[in-house]
């Protein structure tokens, strides 16, 4: 096997109208192909992809400890959660700040945690290759 990189992260969704809403218009994630049963959102890397989820089968995979967990990086993670509180998103968990940074959980229409991870750089040039953000504990 000859893994390149992550190709989206596939979310099943009760409503697809309600959760692109939420990730395009409140989150700001730009759409980049959309059917009426799959929508990606994204730009380049990882896309987000939303399907809409079955009818019958048990929605399951929004806890912290067996679930799904988001990550997106944000330059103020205050601004972000206030900005997402004023929209009416649900907050899951405050900001908290450790070595690495600082980090909230809201809450998608689904249930899905959201992490907003803002990174602490020591060195002000650094650049991040990835998320090295960290789900609550």
Do not use: C
């Not at 380049?44 to 399951?60: D, F, N, V, Y």
Request: aromatic fraction near 6%; charged fraction near 25%.
């Amino acid at each position: 096997m000859n893994i390149k990189k992550v190709g989206n992260v596939i979310l099943a969704v009760k409503d697809i109208d309600k959760s692109i809403v939420f990730y395009h218009e409140l989150i700001g994630l730009p759409i980049k192909h959309q059917r009426r049963s799959w929508v990606d959102l994204g730009t380049t890397g990882g896309l987000l992809s939303l399907h809409p989820a079955s009818l019958t089968a048990e929605h399951i995979g929004s806890s912290i400890d067996n679930g799904i967990t988001i990550g997106f990086l944000v330059g103020d993670v205050k601004s972000s959660v206030d900005e997402l509180r004023g929209k009416g998103v649900t907050i899951h968990r405050e900001i908290v700040e450790r070595d690495a940074g600082k980090n909230a959980v809201v809450l998608d229409p689904d249930g899905y945690l959201v992490s907003l991870f803002e990174p602490i750089f020591k060195d002000k040039n650094e650049q991040t290759g990835g998320y090295h953000g960290f789900t609550p504990a």
